[in-house]
Nanobody, 126 residues
Framework: QVQLVESGGGLVQAGGSLRLACAASGRTFSSYVMGWFRQAPGKEREFVAAISWSADSTDYADSVKGRFTISRDSAKNTVYLQMNSLKPEDTAVYYC???????????????????WGQGAQVTVPS
């Protein structure tokens, strides 16, 4: 069993920055994948970024590439999402998620993730 606890949400002006953190506890594996998804009201859950624990490879949605950075602290079993140059369209509830045994483009499919954080609201007013 894995538990994920998110922190770092808030309200920032357009062009500003924010960092989200997601700490995992419980049993984990070297092959774990952790990702970030977001969901705005009335919209589908959307892939944001993912990182592979073993390969330390990253993947980003086109909408955030160049602005967001996903990273990890292996000792703390924590993944971060550094969000720069925020736009109003980034406003959403951001969820971290974890799973294992997936790779490549599979990391973008939210239905393949087993564990989820509680969500963190990110608001960027226009």
């Amino acid at each position: 069993q894995v538990q994920l606890v998110e922190s770092g949400g808030g309200l920032v002006q357009a062009g500003g920055s924010l960092r989200l953190a997601c700490a995992a506890s419980g049993r984990t594996f070297s092959s774990y994948v952790m990702g970030w998804f977001r969901q705005a009201p009335g919209k589908e859950r959307e892939f944001v970024a993912a990182i592979s624990w073993s390969a330390d490879s990253t993947d980003y949605a086109d909408s955030v590439k160049g602005r967001f950075t996903i990273s990890r602290d292996s000792a703390k079993n924590t993944v971060y999402l550094q969000m720069n140059s925020l736009k109003p369209e980034d406003t959403a509830v951001y969820y971290c998620a974890a799973t294992f045994g997936i790779y490549g483009s599979m990391k973008r499919r939210w239905r393949l993730y087993n564990y989820w954080g509680q969500g963190a609201q990110v608001t960027v007013p226009s």
